[in-house]
Structure formats: C-alpha cells, structure tokens
C-alpha cells in the first residue's frame, strides 16, 4: 500500500529550500515528491500545518543498556521513534570489551536504527580508576581498531573523554590513541570537551578534517570562548579546517550564553544533538526536539535547524550512504513529519538559566524504511 503525506510543507535540506509538495512512500522508499495525487486505496497522512523532514538524527545520545548501566542508560526507542527520531547514535557507552554485546542489547530489542562510536577507554561506570580515560590499560588502540574491524556496518567511529574528571592524570594520551584508531580505520573521532585538564586548545590540536567536537557550547571555564567573550583563536582555526561542530546538550554541556554569544561571533552548530541519558532525560535536554526548540530560541533559522539533525549528522558519519539525511526519491523512507507549536514553553540550559520560548518545535510521527511510528513520549 501507499502512503500520500499531503499537504505537507516539504524541507529540502540538499537546496535549501521549503516547498509545498506530496511525499509519496511505497515499498519502504520515497516514490516520489511533488503533486501526485492520493489515488483510490492509498493511505493519506494529512500535513496541513506541518513540515515533513528526513528523518530526525540524534547524533549523541547513550542507549547501550547493558546491566552495567542500568541507572544512566536508555532503551533507545524510548528517545527514537517514540520521540519522531528515525536513527541514533549511542556515543561511547561501550568500549572494547563490551562493544560486542551491543546487537543484542539495541539492535535485538528496540525498532530505532541505531548506530555506536567505540569509547577508546573503559566503559566502566564513571569515576572506575579515575575515569574512562585515565590509564593506558583502560585504552587499548588494538581492541578498539579490531571491534570496527568486527562491526563496520553500525559502529561508525571513535569517541574519547577529553576532560579532568575521565583522563586525571593520563592527560593527552588517550586523546592521542583515539586520534590514531580513527586514522586506521578512516573514521571520524568525536572528542567530549569540558574541564581542564587537558586544556581545549591542546585537545583541538589534535583534531583533523571530518573529526567532531561535541559539548562544544559549554558555560564551564575554559571553553571556546575566551575571559573578553570572543572565540578561542584554535577553535576559529578547528572550525576552519572543518572540524565537525555538535552540540551535545545533555545535562551539564549546553549554555545559552556561550552558544548565542558563538554565533553572533560566526562560529556554527553543525549538528544538534541532545546527549540523553538518564540523567538528562527530565531536566535539562528532555528530547532532540526540546534541543532544537532551544536552538530556535537563540536564532538559528528552521532550515538550519533541521539541517543539523539530517543532512549534516548523517554526512558527517556516513549515514547518508545508508538512505538518511534527505527526502530523495528512491532513497529509504526515513521522514519526520514536525510542526512548530505556537508556545509559551519554558526552557532551561545546563546553567539553570530559564528562558520562554514562544514556538516549539513537536514531532508528530516518524516513518522508518516506511513503518510509520507514532510520537507518544515526553517533548
């Protein structure tokens, strides 16, 4: 059977562009984009009213609930489909050691595709030994270059801790195998920044074209702003050299100050994501929608926005070669269907700084490979 979603205004993320059009889905592929008409027997998803996107990335979150992490951990749909998410990706919640299991705790149990970035250190519980990333016996370089070799299809690159509360004395080092694991399996490496040691402008060294820096709009001391509010001289030239920017909210990792200051300085938000676990998921991110109503907030324009939880993310991490990012025609029918809700809606940053949003963007349901999801979880 086919599905019509009409009436409907189309985002297209590749030109930039809003369009009133048809989005007709048959065989788990986009047929086709434009005036077709619904025809006798077809499914018809009225759009009037709302904005029909590639399907929603949120291109950090922690899903690996394996019985390690029971308490921080989320089953993934409960953030995906439920949430009008179309794919996920789990950022560093397994390392070498338990990365194998993650088929059978995700992929077995929960309908979000979903995707991994290997932690180079430990996965162990926070604050093991110091930390993920403290000690070289926590990081192994072989192991986490083997596991992409085992799993290439979901886990799609490298992620290391690079703040004082996971590498404590190991400083650098951990950063530095990460930057080498990547290179050997031609992935990108994300890199968590937050407090000294080590300080950002040596992590940021590090980093090559392609590579992801995420929590990268912080309120802590030492971010990408430097004591006179202005941007840090090796995160202009990061940036420059194409260092991937992503948000990653979570609850301690996104200030509106810094952010809104970053980009009247010019600096981007490449990709949004809400960093959600449990410890996020009720104050302060909620949802991947909740993160872009925020980012509205402080003025990125709604092509933006929605382009960095498509195109962007899945250019980034391959996940356009795998069917997401855009609304083509015989490409898999991965669609968010959205609409932005006339607010007040309250919003708070992981500063505790509450500000009042007067639109709110609230996904309405999600089509993966053509099975549609309703949205029925918290926004």
């Known amino acids: ?23 007709i889905l048959e065989g788990g592929k986009i047929t086709a984009v434009g005036d077709e008409q619904p025809q006798e027997g077809d499914q018809v998803v009225d759009a009037q009213g709302c904005y029909v ?24 749909d409960r953030i995906g489909v439920r949430q009008g998410v179309a794919a ?10 338990t990365i194998d299991a ?14 991994a970035l290997i932690n180079i250190g430990s996965p162990g519980l926070p604050g093991l030994g110091g930390g993920h990333a403290s000690r070289p016996e926590l990081c192994s370089l072989s192991a986490t270059v083997k596991a992409i070799e085992r799993h290439p299809d979901w886990i799609l690159g490298v992620k290391v801790l690079a703040s ?35 300080v950002i402008d040596d992590v940021l060294e590090l980093m090559r074209p392609g590579d992801i820096i995420t929590h990268t709009y912080h309120g802590k001391v030492g971010g990408v702003l430097t004591h006179g509010d202005e941007i840090l001289p090796a995160f202009r030239d990061a940036v420059d050299r194409g260092v991937v920017v992503d948000l ?3 609850r301690s990792s996104f200030c509106f100050r810094t952010c809104e200051r970053a980009l009247e300085l010019g ?28 980012m509205r907030l402080i003025g990125m324009s709604l092509m933006d926005t929605v382009k960095a939880v498509t195109i962007n993310p899945a250019h980034a991490l391959g996940l356009d070669a795998k069917g997401f990012g855009s609304l083509a025609e015989g490409s898999p029918a991965h669609v968010t269907l959205f609409r932005e809700r006339e607010g007040p809606l309250e919003l708070e940053d992981a500063e505790r700084d509450k500000r009042t949003a007067e639109r709110w963007i609230e996904p309405i349901k999600v089509w993966i490979a053509g099975e549609p999801f309703e949205v029925d979880a918290p926004l």
């Not at 991110?285 to 109503?293: E, H, K, Q």
């Open 1 to 23: 059977m086919r599905t019509v979603i009409q009436g409907g205004t189309v985002m297209d993320v590749i030109e930039g562009a809003a369009l009133r059009a048809n989005v």
């Open 53 to 76: 996107a590639p399907g929603f990335i949120d291109s950090h979150v922690h899903i690996f609930s394996h019985g390690l992490f029971q308490t921080t951990r989320l089953p993934a």
């Open 88 to 97: 996920l990706l789990d950022t560093g919640s397994a390392g070498a050691l």
């Open 102 to 115: 993650f088929p059978e705790y995700v992929h077995a149990t929960q309908r979000t595709p979903s995707y």
């Open 164 to 198: 004082a509360s996971h590498t404590g004395a190991f400083g650098l080092e951990a950063t530095k195998l990460a930057r080498k694991a990547a290179e050997l399996t031609g992935r990108p490496l994300m890199v968590h920044v937050g407090n000294a040691p080590p």
């Open 248 to 250: 990653g909210h979570g």
């Open 267 to 294: 600096m981007p938000v490449h990709s949004i994501s809400s960093d959600l676990h449990r410890g996020s998921l009720d104050f302060p991110a909620v949802s991947l929608a909740r993160t872009m109503t925020k």
